[in-house]
Structure formats: structure tokens, C-alpha cells
């Protein structure tokens, strides 16, 4: 951890959408250097900035102190990586940070999904994990420019680590929020951050896959058929029921909250629509494999939720063919 008064070193792991939002809000801590991994936009950022356009915030140039293109090139630990590369492949990442990774680094994983610590944990069980989720609606609407909409807000918590001092913990944790409180953005602790994991993931596990599946937009899926709407609320029971064999504990009235909430919204698609429609793997890993994987550990019968992981995962198979 950087004494006071020092530079707090972060890296920022995935320069996408949600990735240059954040770059932004703890780029205004005059107290952070910022570092970024960039891949694909990697020219355009070097060459003129990352820059934000937030119905929120504002029009800003993000305040970017260093720029790689892989992480090899890095040769100080940092105190803070942010991870919020696209949870693809989840255990191919973690082993590409061991240069930017030191006794001190805290990870702070801000992806869609549930599982995603465990990999981080295997390869580094001394650090200290800070776990998010995040419901900023952001596009990348060319390289470097991030436009951020009005939804904003996020909310995290540790992934207790017992090889360490929960004081330790507590401040990473502390400090880490007080960067983002001063970049102005909207979050909230948890005490215990995996059951807003799995509220998240009961719902990407449904309309992220089914949109995918159908390319039909959620509000004519429920409609398409009186099975639409009972697949959907048994697809999420069954989520829910793997969440509590977890020790989550998540109630089932979840479910309907869910219907009802994209009841009152008008139609919409998913990212991972988006990933299908331009040929990208989808985050299947965490959002559904994740929890087969639990189920099946546990000899849980979950036929909804198979029959769709199933599905999105011959769908994500023929997209890495492409
Ligand atoms: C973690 O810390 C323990 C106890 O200090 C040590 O034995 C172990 O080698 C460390 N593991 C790694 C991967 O650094």
C-alpha cells in the first residue's frame, strides 16, 4: 500500500467501455498514477487519448500516466489492477499480470458473471480480492471514445482472504473507495458482495442467453408463447437454487422481481446479443458455466439451466469458428 502523500500506483486491465469509465474516475485522483493495458485500441489511445463523453459527467480527455500494449512490459508492482477485460477464457488472464503483481497488489475485479475470483485466487493466494458489479451503461463508440449514458452504479465487497490481516483488507478495501468517491462515481459496500453476484447473474443468466439464442428482444421473447414466461422464471429458479447450495443466500422471490423489472422496461437485447451479432465469444464461462459446474459438483438437477448452457455454448462455439 502507497504511504500517504506517495502515488497510489493502479493498473487498469482491459481499456474497454466499462474499463475506460473507471480509467476515468480514478484518473481525477490527483493522488493516482493510472496505468492501462490496452489491446485493440491500443494506437488510437496512444496517439490521442482516451476520452469520455458522460451524460453524468461530462465531455473529459481521461488522465492516462502510462500505456502498454501487453503486460510484459511492466516492471513495477502495482497496488491496484482493475480487471474489466471481458470474462472470456476466465483463467487465461490472471497469469499474463505476474509482472505487475507484488506482495501489496490488491485485484479488483469489475466483470459480469460469478466465479471469476477463483482463478485470481489460485494463482495469487496472498492478495487481496475486491469484487464488483457494475451497472454502468457505457459503449466504446469508436477507439478511445467511451460514451457513458446515465446508468451508473456499483457495488463491491472483499473476497475475505484468511492469509491475511482483515485490517489489511479492510483498508485496500477503504482506500480503494475513497479513489472512487473522489472520482464521483456511485457505489455501495457489501458485506457480502456474491449475493449481488448471483442477483446479477439470475438475471444475465436469462436474458443475456435467451436474447443470444432468439435474437428476439425480451419483451416479445415473454410474449412469444405461454412456455416463454414459465422457461424463464424455472431457467432463474434454478440459478437461485445453485446460489443457496453455495451458501448465497438468495430468495426466490427473485425471480418475479426480475420479470417484472424487464416487464416495465421496454425491450431489450444483451451484451452478449451484441458479442453474437458481431462474431466475438461470449462470456458463457462465467454467466452459465460457472453455475453447471456448481450444479453438477453438487448432483443438482438443473434442466432448464443445461439446456441453455448447452445451446449458448455450441452458438459461442460456431462464433470462435468464424
Ligand atoms: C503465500 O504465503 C504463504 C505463507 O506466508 C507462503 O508459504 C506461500 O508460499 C505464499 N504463496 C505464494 C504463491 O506466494
Known amino acids: 500500500m502507497a504511504e500517504s502523500g506517495e502515488d497510489i500506483r493502479v493498473l487498469l486491465f482491459g481499456l474497454g467501455a466499462i474499463g475506460g469509465f473507471y480509467a476515468f474516475v480514478l484518473g481525477r485522483n490527483k493522488n493516482v498514477s493510472l496505468s492501462v493495458v ?3 485500441n491500443y494506437e488510437q489511445v496512444k496517439s490521442h487519448g482516451l476520452s469520455v463523453q458522460s451524460e453524468n459527467h461530462g465531455n ?3 488522465n492516462i500516466d502510462q500505456i502498454y500494449k501487453v503486460p510484459d512490459e511492466i516492471t513495477t508492482p502495482f497496488d491496484y489492477i482493475i480487471c474489466t477485460h471481458k470474462a472470456v477464457n476466465p483463467g487465461k488472464v490472471p497469469p499474463l499480470l505476474r509482472s505487475a503483481v507484488g506482495d501489496q497488489t490488491t485485484f479488483v475485479i469489475i466483470q459480469n458473471g460469478v466465479g471469476n475470483e477463483e482463478p485470481f485466487r489460485s494463482i495469487f493466494p496472498n492478495n487481496t480480492i475486491i469484487s464488483c458489479v457494475t451497472w454502468v451503461g457505457a459503449t466504446q463508440i469508436s477507439p478511445g471514445v467511451i460514451k457513458h449514458t446515465k446508468s451508473e452504479d456499483m457495488q463491491m465487497g472483499l473476497l475475505p482472504n484468511s492469509n491475511i490481516a482483515k485490517e489489511l483488507e479492510q483498508s485496500r478495501l477503504d482506500t480503494l473507495a475513497t479513489l472512487l468517491k473522489a472520482g464521483g462515481t456511485v457505489f455501495q459496500v ?4 456474491q449475493i449481488k453476484r448471483w ?4 438475471w444475465n443468466a436469462a436474458w443475456n442467453s435467451i436474447t443470444t439464442l ?7 421473447w415473454l410474449k412469444s408463447s405461454p412456455q416463454a414466461m414459465a422457461t424463464t422464471k424455472r431457467l432463474m429458479h434454478e440459478v437461485i437454487d445453485v446460489a443457496n447450495r453455495c451458501n448465497v443466500p438468495i430468495e426466490h422471490k427473485l425471480a418475479d422481481d426480475l420479470v417484472s423489472k424487464i416487464l416495465a422496461m421496454p425491450g431489450i437485447f444483451s451484451s452478449m446479443h451484441t458479442d453474437m451479432k458481431e462474431g466475438r465469444p461470449l462470456e458463457v464461462d462465467v454467466i452459465l458455466g460457472y ?3 456448481k450444479a ?3 448432483g443438482m438437477d438443473v434442466p432448464v439451466l443445461s439446456t441453455i448452457y448447452a445451446l449458448t455454448t455450441a452458438v459461442n462455439g460456431r462464433l470462435s469458428k468464424l
Do not use: M
Open 38 to 40: 490496452a489491446r485493440s
Open 199 to 202: 442477483e446479477k447473474v439470475t
Open 60 to 62: 473529459h480527455k481521461v
Open 214 to 220: 432468439t435474437d428476439v428482444n425480451t419483451q416479445d
Open 296 to 298: 453438477t459438483d453438487f
Open 291 to 293: 453455475p453447471i459446474k
Open 190 to 193: 457489501e458485506n457480502d458482495i
